[in-house]
């Protein structure tokens, strides 16, 4: 079964916006991971956070896990068309196997 | 630079036609991933080998096979292509299985039309 549940489903907003999506999951996890998948290609590893951090960030990126809620939250800041992308959370499930959620939609306009 | 090479980009068969995708990696990842992604869907693990050793999801269908024949090279068989098997199928390789820090690095994909 898939271990991340990403929301919202669609978010559609101005350049130079913050977008905010959320992720759950189920299981307990040692690490938390975000793509992205921008239209037609393949998934981008953006991040890693580890199961003992709560924060973490990479450039215009910002992550957050609450493992005590199962759930993390992806900040892109001062957000650019070429952030138009579908963005993804997963984790390895007790199979040892990275299951996909269907991801947030990211559509930021100029 | 390392990464992950999918070919074609682009492939038409038709109905009931096999056809094969190819995938290759510069990276030297013991793991390599099939993954299935539909129209605005998750992507969807298909199999995966650990250097030689295969591994097949449990609601793979038969009619998906693959083939390791080295580090390198993976590909994904489709023997009898059906309308339903249309989609984008991505390959991808992480450094070890089940690793916790270990990401995944994906090919851009073959887009599969069956006509």
């Known amino acids: 079964s898939q271990q991340g549940e990403e929301d919202p489903q669609a978010l559609s907003i101005q350049e130079g916006e913050n977008a905010t999506m959320n992720c759950s999951y189920k299981?307990?996890?040692?690490?938390l991971q975000w793509y992205r998948q921008n239209s037609g290609r393949g998934l981008v590893h953006l991040i890693l956070?580890?199961?003992?951090?709560r924060e973490k960030h990479s450039g215009r990126l910002r992550v957050t896990l609450d493992t005590s809620k199962k759930s993390s939250s992806l900040l892109i800041t001062a957000s650019r068309a070429a952030d138009t992308a579908s963005y993804f959370c997963?984790?390895?499930?007790?199979?040892?196997?990275?299951?996909f959620g269907q991801g947030t939609e990211l559509s930021v306009k100029p | 630079d390392a990464m992950v090479i999918q070919n074609p980009r682009y492939q038409v068969t038709q109905f009931g036609k096999p056809v094969t995708l190819s995938c290759s990696q510069t990276?030297?990842?013991?793991?390599m991933y099939w993954y299935q992604q539909k129209s605005s869907q998750a992507p969807k693990l298909l199999f995966h080998?650990?250097?030689?050793?295969?591994?097949n999801e449990a609601d793979t269908p038969d009619n998906f096979q693959s083939r390791r024949p080295n580090t390198s090279f993976c590909f994904l068989d489709i023997r009898s292509p059906g309308l339903g098997d249309a989609a984008m199928y991505l390959c991808?390789?992480?450094?070890?299985?089940?690793?916790?820090?270990?990401?995944?690095?994906f090919g851009n994909g073959t887009r599969l039309t069956v006509t």
């Open positions: 997963t984790s390895y499930n007790q199979g040892g196997k990275l299951i």
């Open positions: 956070i580890r199961s003992n951090e």
């Open positions: 990276l030297n990842h013991n793991v």
């Open positions: 991808a390789t992480s450094r070890d299985f089940g690793v916790r820090n270990s990401p995944l690095h």
């Open positions: 299981t307990s996890i040692n690490n």
């Open positions: 080998y650990y250097d030689k050793d295969f591994n």
